[in-house]
């Protein structure tokens, strides 16, 4: 469950019936198609990134992907993805190449961004009105990197700073990069991070309920690589 970043809603785009995959179906194909990764990391330095779509299955697909600024938001980000549309043959994969418009994004901390790629089963023939074709929707986080910044990523995860809040806990993430919790555990219990919030932006804070007293707080962070940072632990003082 800690892969998975996002869950996306079925969405119905005129004959084509999108069902969103979760970020863990990029290395676990649905329908027969998937990412090699599940996240990506631009650095300010890079001129490009890459990622394969895959499909093993035995038919036809109209691939279509762009970078945007929220999940649902088609709201266009300054990335554009190449080739934006094609059609991906069966046991065969493309490479996206994602390039950056060279937008002013702050030089101080990480800046997120979503992946979107939209996989329809491709049709020879003319659909008629009342048919509806399948599809699948992978959305992935785009983290947009500065290189000079001075902490590293794998020295960061125990940062995170526990106190007692209001009805719960209160947890500040004082460094420059997202930090997306993998587990959390609150003297000894896990935290549901599908209800709770499972990620904290750059140098901001945020409240967990949680019931009763918290003296004890157990956390893990996803990595780059999509695993689980190192465990980490923190004892909370009393109000």
Excluded at 114 to 131: D, M, N, Q, T
Excluded at 217 to 227: C, F, H, I, K, R
Aim: with cysteine; aromatic share 8%; proline share 9%.
């Amino acid at each position: 469950m800690f892969l998975i970043d996002l869950y996306r809603p079925v969405a119905i785009t005129g004959l084509c019936l999108l069902i969103s995959a979760p970020t863990l179906a990029a290395q676990n194909p649905a329908g027969g198609i998937s990412l090699n990764q599940t996240r990506v990391i631009f650095l300010s330095t890079d001129k490009a990134q890459t990622l394969a779509v895959k499909n093993t299955s035995k038919q036809n697909y109209l691939i279509q992907s762009r970078v945007q600024q929220a999940p649902d938001d088609s709201t266009a980000a300054p990335f554009i993805v190449t080739p934006p549309m094609f059609s991906l043959q069966p046991d065969n994969q493309q490479l996206l190449r994602i390039i950056p418009q060279g937008a002013a994004l702050p030089a101080d901390r990480e800046s997120l961004f979503y992946l979107a790629v939209i996989a329809i089963p491709a049709s020879g023939k003319e659909l008629p009105s009342a048919r509806v074709s399948m599809g699948v929707r992978f959305v992935i986080k785009l983290f947009y990197r500065p290189a000079d910044l001075k902490m590293t990523p794998a020295n960061t995860t125990c940062s995170l700073r526990f106190s007692p809040g209001v009805n719960g806990v209160r947890i500040e993430n004082p460094t420059p990069y997202f930090q997306t919790l993998g587990h959390l555990k609150f003297n000894g219990k896990p935290v549901n991070l599908d209800i709770q919030p499972s990620m904290l932006a750059p140098m901001s804070t945020q409240n967990y309920t949680a019931q009763g007293q918290v003296t004890q707080a157990e956390w893990q962070t996803v990595t780059d690589y999509g695993g689980l940072s190192t465990p980490c632990q923190q004892t909370l003082s009393s109000l």
